[in-house]
């Protein structure tokens, strides 16, 4: 982005470096002891010459979408991977059932994004046991797994407190708009933000509610807001369809330009409304770039015969995100925007 790399320059930059990251990490806790059956399994899986590997999605969002672009660019070029994205509703019970079928098939790696951190511990420790590696993507679990990816949700946090500190000349009274309780990136872009604007002591956080990730329910919670408390002057919506929403509710009451509003991942949407002079910034990360990532270890790990089990301790990647203004939206190019 900085260096205007394309996206295909950029898989040539950094995928081989995901996947050495993956292999590496596996490879340095290797134990030949407990791994043997667990590849006997792994043979089993190939009888048909196919690696099968699924993606279980939160939901369908923009933001998933892009990360399965991602991994299907990577996967589909392998010729001997079969590939699938499946939705979880929104349900954890939705994405245990998936995750049964998937280790009862035999998959030979499953990518995740949990709807519940804790409730689907269960099946992750079902799918190590069973030497397949669990890649979770932005929203890690309890439960330990092989790879956790994820955007850097803490420090862009932070960063995007400081920036929006600045831009609000250092006082005035801040909104949240926040994800559901129960998964772990709330208390990372909420604590992370938080730290951000503690640099600013005359700015004062007067509100921090759910509106479930949706943009219509971020209009009704802060038109509701507004209602208690009429001089908010800056709204941080922990994800960009909250933050637009926001947008929504600032240009109906004429409030656009005494409103900072940032938003947090850098969908196509939001950086088209930075550009329009509405939405104030956001977090970007390229998620296609994401995808490849997971989508090169998980390649790496299981053409490498490389189970589960042989990883000593989760695997851990961020990814490099930059705070997008009306200054630098125009620097993120169309085929990096999602």
Do not use: C
Not at 38 to 45: G, I, K, M, N, S
Not at 88 to 103: A, C, T
Not at 169 to 181: R, S
Not at 183 to 188: G, P
Request: hydrophobic letters at 45%; aromatic letters at 6%; proline letters at 5%.
């Amino acid at each position: 982005m900085k260096n205007n790399l394309s996206r295909r320059n950029f898989i040539k930059a950094v995928g081989a470096s995901a996947a050495a990251i993956g292999v590496g990490a596996a490879l340095n806790s290797y134990s030949p002891v407990n791994a043997a059956p667990v590849l006997h399994t792994a043979r089993r899986r190939q009888q048909d010459g196919k690696l099968h590997m699924a993606f279980i999605q939160f939901m369908p969002h923009t933001v998933p979408a892009a990360w399965s672009k991602g991994i299907e660019e990577v996967l589909t070029i392998q010729e001997n991977v079969t590939y699938e994205l499946l939705d979880g509703q929104g349900r954890p019970d939705v994405q245990i059932s998936l995750m049964e079928n998937l280790i009862n098939q035999g998959a030979s790696a499953i990518f995740l994004q949990p709807v519940d951190s804790v409730a689907l511990g269960p099946s992750i420790a079902a799918a190590r046991d069973a030497g397949i590696p669990v890649i979770t993507l932005n929203i890690d679990a309890v439960e330990p797994h092989a790879v956790h990816v994820e955007m850097n949700h803490y420090f862009g946090a932070v960063a995007i407190g400081e920036k929006m500190g600045e831009l609000m000349g250092g006082k005035g009274k801040v909104a949240i708009l926040n994800a559901p309780p129960g998964i772990i990136i709330r208390d990372q872009r909420t604590n992370g933000f938080m730290a951000g604007i503690a640099k600013y002591p005359d700015i004062q956080v007067v509100a921090d509610q759910s509106a479930d990730w949706d943009r219509k329910k971020a209009q009704d919670v802060l038109s509701a807001m507004l209602a208690a408390t009429p001089d908010i002057t800056g709204v941080y919506g922990v994800n960009d369809s909250m933050a637009l929403g926001a947008v929504d509710v600032a240009k109906s009451n004429n409030m656009l330009d005494k409103m900072v509003i940032f938003g947090n991942d850098g969908e196509v949407a939001a950086i088209e409304s930075i550009e329009a002079g509405e939405l104030t910034g956001t977090q970007y990360t390229d998620v296609y770039q994401q995808g490849r990532f997971a989508a090169s270890v998980a390649t790496a790990l299981a053409t490498g015969g490389v189970p589960a089990t042989a990883f000593a301790k989760q695997g851990h990647i961020l990814m490099p995100y930059i705070i997008a203004t009306k200054e630098n939206a125009s620097s993120i190019q169309p085929s990096q925007r999602w």
